[in-house]
């Protein structure tokens, strides 16, 4: 299967505290792209991260890429009640379909 | 707000109807792109159109169809529907095919198939 794989599936932290997600793909890619599902609810684009790219940030969130090891992961620091949601990495080879994983769910209690 | 909107957002059908869920992309994108979301699965790759043609297609079987129009728009159908069919229904679109571009979800349209 192409699909690519979220680590942890689930993940509960405190208010303030940092979440790491990380995802692992199995083949080369375009870029990588970072998603957030509320429940019930569309996918919120959150940072592409292109194959040539190392790091992004953008506010809270910071991605970062390694090709050698086919790996994203996704760090949210100063979590909030608001972060709840699962979260998504998804791929691009040269094709048209974006592949996702299975995601993280991130709880966040205050 | 990512530009992407569809219909309906929730509907309920019956096994062997058919079902019709459209979209409409956001402005100057020209690529569409449908997925379907099983609950607590990943989204899964249906077809893509690009310029009002078929551009690339999932493991998905015939009677899932599309269409896009001059504008962009996109229309999903879903002929024979079966129970397994129940699911989100995302509506993605792009600047171009490739998949070098950022590409904007829509809020979905929930299907329930009894």
């Known amino acids: 299967s192409q699909q690519g794989e979220e680590d942890p599936q689930a993940l509960s932290i405190q208010e303030g505290e940092n979440a790491t997600m990380n995802c692992s793909y199995k083949?080369?890619?375009?870029?990588l792209q970072w998603y957030r599902q509320n429940s019930g609810r569309g996918l919120v684009h959150l940072i592409l991260i292109r194959s040539n790219e190392r790091e992004k940030h953008s506010g809270r969130l910071r991605v970062t890429l390694d090709t050698s090891k086919k790996s994203s992961s996704l760090l949210i620091t100063a979590s909030r009640a608001a972060d709840t949601a699962s979260y998504f990495c998804a791929y691009n080879q040269a094709g048209t379909a974006l592949i996702f994983g299975k995601g993280t769910t991130l709880s966040v209690s205050s | 707000e990512t530009g992407v909107t569809q219909s309906p957002t929730h509907l309920i059908k019956t096994r062997g109807q058919q079902v019709t869920l459209r979209c409409s992309s956001q402005s100057g994108h020209n690529t569409v792109s449908w997925y379907q979301q099983a609950l607590g699965q990943g989204p899964q790759f249906i077809f893509q159109?690009?310029?009002?043609?078929?551009?690339g297609r999932g493991n998905f079987p015939p009677r899932f169809s599309g269409l896009q129009f001059p504008n962009y728009s996109s229309e999903l159908n879903v002929n024979a529907l079966e129970l397994d069919d129940s699911a989100l229904y995302l509506c993605a679109s792009s600047a171009g095919t490739g998949g070098r571009d950022t590409i904007y979800f829509g809020e979905g349209s929930w299907l329930t198939v009894v």
């Open positions: 083949t080369s890619i375009n870029n």
């Open positions: 159109y690009y310029r009002e043609e078929e551009n």
